[in-house]
């Protein structure tokens, strides 16, 4: 037989499915897997079971329904001031994962270098390289999750083609700081580079703090895309209906590459999305608030175990130095155990490096309820009381 194609032949089911597998079998409380416990609002939810009875039913336009895409162009100025052309500057995806594909597809041709900044979502590695592309990874370090500028320019050249950035970013919960970003404006401008923006957490920042698309930048506004996610938005994971901003010329081999992957996302979503993006500022920022509240629980109820929690300015994580505490220092084997023995599922942050990732970090989801995060915390401190003992990590 033939050789299938290597970029996924023998790949490993990602972390994010194994986890929830294990979870399931382990009957473990989930923390690992990004996704909420309790379903988004009822409103948006009744929109699309309205739209679904009433229909129609139909192939909606390959682009995405008008009113979706109205309705992300208007999004897009009343929360950071970009005037967006509804009809040639928006394209509603399945979802952010089929967003980036399209962008990498349309926008890179083999041979062409994608920067990638590590530790990355697990998509984009074997996209980029399917897609022809050389990754080219320089990576943020710990606890701050800092860029080193002087690493960043030495990774643009002539091949430069493009650069993915995760804003906020997961799993590392940082948000760029607006110096990192200019500094990225300022070598795509200079090397004449693609950015594939990936802001699915556009919309779960805390402490009062507001998302930046790199778009806004000088010169950013023609070679960005930018990729929300109505999962995240809304609290809605399993929908699935993501959508993309840009410049005609880039959304318009998107398009082409959208055309041919899925088409279109289900009508009746699209319909509820476009209703959800219209919620007052008070959804907005009640989203916002309830989720920093979880991470404070979170975060206080791990360090009083001991986790060394790192700082978490966004997102639906935080990652933890399991470093010292006698779990061990590998951090699969130690998700693993606490999966199994603890009845608690998280992720392995080497999961999110191409190699040489460190061992010593996992990452907790907390968009749970209150209760479920304390079952958690709970169920780690019953595991880990006889760490002293050296019962764990034999
Ligand atoms: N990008 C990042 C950084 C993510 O964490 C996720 C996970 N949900 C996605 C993209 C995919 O989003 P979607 O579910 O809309 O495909
Ligand atoms: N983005 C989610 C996470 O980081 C997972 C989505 C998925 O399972 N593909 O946990």
């Known amino acids: 037989m033939k050789a299938t194609n290597p970029v996924f032949t023998g790949l490993e089911t990602t972390i994010f499915e194994t986890m929830s597998r294990l979870a399931m079998t382990h009957k473990a409380v989930n923390l690992g897997q990004g996704f909420p416990d309790v379903d988004g609002p009822l409103d948006i939810r009744q929109a699309a079971a309205d739209a679904l009875i009433s229909g129609p039913n139909q192939y909606p336009p390959m682009l995405g329904l008008p009113e979706l895409r109205q309705a992300v162009a208007a999004a897009n100025k009343r929360f950071y001031g970009l005037d967006i052309d509804w009809q040639s500057q928006v394209i509603?995806?399945?979802?952010?994962?089929?967003?980036?594909?399209?962008?990498?597809?349309?926008?890179?041709?083999?041979?062409?270098?994608?920067?990638?900044?590590?530790?990355?979502?697990?998509?984009?590695?074997?996209?980029?390289?399917?897609?022809g592309g050389i990754p080219v990874r320089l990576r943020v370090t710990p606890p701050e999750w800092a860029l080193d500028l002087d690493a960043l320019e030495r990774a643009f050249n002539d091949r430069t083609k493009a650069i993915l950035i995760n804003n906020?970013?997961?799993?590392?919960?940082?948000?760029?700081?607006?110096?990192?970003?200019?500094?990225?404006?300022?070598?795509?401008?200079?090397?004449?580079?693609?950015a594939i923006c990936d802001e699915v957490y556009e919309h779960l920042l805390f402490d009062g703090a507001r998302h930046r698309p790199l778009m806004t930048f000088d010169g950013m506004a023609d070679r960005c895309v930018r990729i929300g996610s109505a999962g995240k938005t809304f609290s809605l994971t399993g929908w699935k209906v993501g959508y993309i901003t840009g410049a005609q010329e880039l959304i318009d081999p998107i398009a082409k590459a959208h055309q041919y992957v899925t088409f279109t996302t289900p009508p009746n979503l699209q319909k509820a999305v476009a209703f959800g993006l219209g919620k007052d500022e008070s959804y907005y920022d009640g989203l916002s608030a309830e989720?920093?509240?979880?991470?404070?629980?979170?975060?206080?109820?791990?360090?009083?175990?001991?986790?060394?929690?790192?700082?978490?300015?966004?997102?639906?994580?935080?990652?933890?130095?399991?470093?010292?505490?006698?779990?061990?220092?590998?951090?699969?084997?130690?998700?693993?155990?606490?999966?199994e023995e603890a009845g608690v599922a998280v992720v392995p942050v080497s999961a999110f490096y191409g190699d040489e990732a460190p061992g010593n970090f996992i990452r907790f989801c907390f968009c749970k309820q209150d209760s479920v995060i304390e079952e958690a915390i709970a169920r780690l401190s019953d595991w880990m009381a006889p760490v002293a003992a050296g019962a764990i990590g034999n």
Do not use: W
């Open 92 to 131: 509603v995806t399945s979802g952010a994962t089929e967003a980036l594909a399209d962008c990498l597809v349309a926008l890179v041709e083999p041979g062409d270098e994608v920067i990638l900044i590590e530790p990355l979502y697990d998509c984009y590695l074997p996209m980029v390289k399917r897609a």
């Open 168 to 194: 906020p970013m997961n799993p590392t919960a940082k948000v760029f700081s607006d110096e990192e970003l200019q500094a990225i404006a300022d070598l795509c401008v200079r090397h004449d580079v693609f």
């Open 291 to 339: 989720l920093q509240a979880k991470r404070d629980l979170m975060a206080s109820g791990l360090e009083k175990l001991g986790f060394g929690v790192l700082p978490c300015a966004a997102t639906y994580f935080l990652t933890c130095d399991i470093s010292g505490l006698g779990l061990g220092d590998n951090d699969i084997e130690v998700c693993r155990k606490m999966v």
